[in-house]
């Protein structure tokens, strides 16, 4: 099935680093979202955004949903431990597709303290 | 924790076998998703329900089938299980049919011998 293309796939920084990470699609998305899983849990919703160049904080994640409506930022600041994990950006067209939720491979981080 | 529960945890099972996974929403959502997340296809959408209706379709085999009932709980009943179905079964859900944002639940891990 489609995927969006979320890149880079892993990450091995050292703590106190910033993080930064990307999804691009070739369709436009009405909602681009960012989720964090860890093992052997399900993805939590870290944020939501809504219009074409919006820019939406929570603590030290910043996300951006790009202007061309195909492309999404997610930064995390002055990384931690506890941020170790998998994070997914997923897309919604909206309309006909309701509520479905396309997600890109994944970017693994690994914090090192 | 999200609110949404899934059981079981965990399902062992031959192949050609039938199984039924169990989701109940948050309180207050009546709109019930269905993802498959494995190693080679990512977290891939399913189906999803919409006060027990069917709203949106995706690479839902036709072995597979769902359902949501009047309380709202939903479930996946997966039948002549191949090997290749073992993968981690994900509910999320919403307060609408779209627009609004998906929790997750824990997931059931499916795995077919």
């Known amino acids: 099935g489609q995927q969006l293309n979320q890149s880079p796939q892993s990450m091995f920084i050292q703590e106190g680093e910033d993080v930064s990470m990307n999804c691009t699609s070739s369709?436009?998305?009405?909602?681009w979202l960012w989720y964090k899983q860890d093992p052997g849990e399900g993805p939590v919703l870290l944020i939501a955004?809504?219009?074409?160049?919006e820019l939406t904080s929570n603590g030290r994640l910043t996300a951006q949903f790009g202007i061309t409506r195909k492309d999404s930022f997610l930064n995390i600041s002055a990384s931690i431990p506890s941020d170790v994990g998998i994070y997914f950006c997923a897309g919604r067209h909206g309309g006909t597709s309701y509520g479905k939720l396309t997600f890109g491979q994944g970017t693994i981080l690994t914090v090192h303290p | 924790d999200s609110g949404v529960t899934q059981t079981p945890k965990h399902l062992i099972t031959a192949t050609g076998q039938r199984v039924t996974l169990r989701c109940s929403p948050r309180?207050?959502?009546?709109?019930v998703y269905w993802y498959q997340q494995s190693l080679d296809q990512g977290l891939q959408f399913l189906i999803q329900?919409?006060?027990?209706?069917?709203?949106a379709k995706g690479n839902i085999l036709e072995r597979f089938s769902a359902q949501q009932f009047p309380d709202l709980h939903s479930e996946l009943n997966l039948s002549s299980l191949e090997l290749g179905d073992s993968a981690l079964y994900f509910c999320?859900?919403?307060?609408?049919?779209?627009?609004?944002?998906?929790?997750f639940g824990p997931g059931t891990r499916l795995t077919v011998t």
């Open positions: 369709s436009i998305f009405n909602t």
């Open positions: 309180s207050g959502d009546l709109s």
């Open positions: 955004l809504y219009k074409a160049g």
């Open positions: 329900y919409y006060n027990g209706e069917e709203r």
């Open positions: 999320a859900s919403s307060v609408a049919s779209q627009g609004s944002e998906q929790y």
